[in-house]
């Protein structure tokens, strides 16, 4: 759902980030985030992409987070919505993944995955790399979930 809370960008608190929803026969790529306290979302799974950097529009932003993140490089993207509230503004695109996953390099996060609808339904994927299930970042899941419905 897109929120149309007033945005201040000279508020100096206030975050934009660029999000990407991956898909790939079905199935979205999602991060699980490190375990570290000081981020957002610690040990859940999430979504590609990250803080924008000064005078970076949301889509350079997402291209730059993705080749640091995962080493993917972006041939197309298209802008699906914008999440906002008091805090942060979610520019979120949509791409397909166009190579298998073992060609991804990941850099950031303690794995990656494609999960399936069912596992953003029920708000938990299984980590074949630390062998757990982890939950899905609340905001993440609902962008996920919001864009499964367009699908149907």
């Known amino acids: 759902m897109i929120s149309s809370f007033p945005i201040n960008s000279n508020t100096n608190n206030h975050l934009e980030v660029a999000l990407a929803i991956i898909q790939q026969d079905g199935h979205l790529l999602m991060q699980l985030r490190d375990d570290f306290p000081h981020i957002a979302y610690p040990g859940h799974w999430g979504l590609f992409g990250g803080h924008l950097e000064l005078g970076e529009t949301p889509e350079e932003g997402l291209k730059r987070e993705l080749i640091e993140e995962i080493n993917y490089k972006v041939s197309q993207s298209q802008k699906m919505s914008c999440y906002a ?16 996953l073992t060609e991804l390099n990941l850099q950031e996060g303690q794995d990656l995955a494609l999960l399936t609808p069912e596992d953003i339904q029920q708000g938990y994927a299984y980590s074949s790399k630390i062998q757990q299930s982890r939950p899905l970042g609340k905001i993440h899941q609902q962008i996920l979930l919001d864009f499964l419905k367009l699908e149907l």
């Not at 509230?85 to 298998?100: C, G, Q």
């Open 85 to 100: 509230d008091e805090n942060v503004t979610r520019h979120i695109f949509y791409i397909p993944l166009t190579v298998a």
